[in-house]
């Protein structure tokens, strides 16, 4: 009887007699658990063996033609107003790109992977006290994916954060919806930042000595690009070009909001019982010029002398009367 040597363990293999063993005997593999064994070193699009250090069950070659064909396939179901996913047609003025079933099972999995302390995007085990829900490398991709998306709907004149178009006109990158929204956002992350006596610029850690809100290097930032619009001749806060001969770094419209801003922010701190200048508690034995400011800013202003020598309270908080 015929003998052959099976290719993942080496054993000799007789001829078989019966039929269910003669696919085995042709690809000389003496039992199924080889076969098993034998493919799982090899890339199920071409069969190719893959390297000993590789993670994943298809060559690189065969994965950029998957994901070529998923691209494509992608584009097509977007123009037809269907699923990404399952290419279901979609209703009309549906803003998502998936239907609720496929959002479903995104959000499923990506719980599921966040209990199980994996990366929710490619299941990877992520190291124990790891804070984020992303590997290292699917971070990596979405920046850069990211970063793609709006320079294109930049390019475009469109949202970058929806996707709806912007005026022709228009310099900004949001709409007037996302751009609220956003405001809310920073200012509620802004009022975290700032009780947790953190930089309300980039959330960095400041020490229990240091009175001011913003860290050096965010400080220093911001001087560098105030001195550089002013050279430009711009507004700093909104990056609008002065008009000639303005005496100001704020343009008119930058300069009405501020002094809104300061006026409410001012009366609230005055129904609060605190100082209008820095919102500090006011001394509650105060006297005379004591309960309008602390005695800090009370100084500071005395010293600033902007309006020159008060004569009334009236004149101490709204300066004095033209004319």
């Known amino acids: 009887m015929l003998t052959r040597t099976c290719r993942e363990c080496g054993s000799e293999m007789e001829s078989p007699e019966d039929a ?4 085995l005997y042709k690809n000389c593999f003496c039992s199924l658990e080889c ?59 549906y803003k ?4 609720r079933k496929c959002l479903d099972k995104y959000i499923e999995r990506y719980e599921k992977y966040k209990r199980e302390n ?23 991709k979405k920046k850069m994916f990211d970063k793609q998306t709006y320079e294109k709907q930049k390019e475009e004149k469109r949202c970058v954060s929806c996707g709806d178009d912007l005026p022709t006109d228009s310099e900004k990158v949001l709409c007037s919806k996302c751009s609220k929204k956003a405001r809310k956002r920073n200012k509620k992350l802004k ?44 507004c700093v806060a909104c990056t609008e070009d002065l008009p000639s001969g303005w005496n100001n770094i704020y343009c008119s419209e930058c300069l009405e909001k501020q002094r809104k801003a ?8 005055r129904r609060e019982g605190k100082c209008p200048q820095c ?9 005379g010029w004591d309960d309008i400011m602390c005695p800090e800013c009370l100084e500071k202003e005395r010293n600033r002398n902007f309006y020159g020598e008060y004569a009334t309270r009236e004149e101490l908080l709204y300066g004095k009367a033209e004319g």
């Open 262 to 269: 300061k006026k409410k922010r001012e009366e609230r701190y």
């Open 191 to 234: 009022g975290k930042w700032k009780k947790e006596n953190k930089c309300t610029h980039c959330g960095g850690k400041l020490s229990e000595d240091y009175e001011y809100k913003i860290c050096p290097e965010c400080s220093e930032k911001d001087k560098k690009r105030r001195e550089k619009y002013k050279r430009e001749n711009k």
């Open 118 to 140: 994996k990366c929710v995007v490619c299941g990877k085990k992520l190291p124990k006290n790891y804070k984020k829900t992303h590997c290292k490398t699917c971070r990596d």
């Open 35 to 93: 076969r098993r064994e034998h493919y799982k070193t090899r890339c199920k699009g071409c069969y190719k063996k893959l390297p000993e250090d590789w993670d994943k069950k298809s060559c690189e070659k065969c994965l950029e033609k998957k994901r070529k064909r998923q691209e494509k396939l992608r584009e097509k179901h977007k123009d037809n107003n269907e699923c990404l996913d399952c290419g279901k047609k979609l209703p009309k003025n």
């Open 279 to 287: 919102g500090e508690e006011l001394p509650k034995d105060g006297r």
């Open 96 to 99: 998502k790109t998936n239907c």
């Open 20 to 23: 269910e063993k003669e696919y």
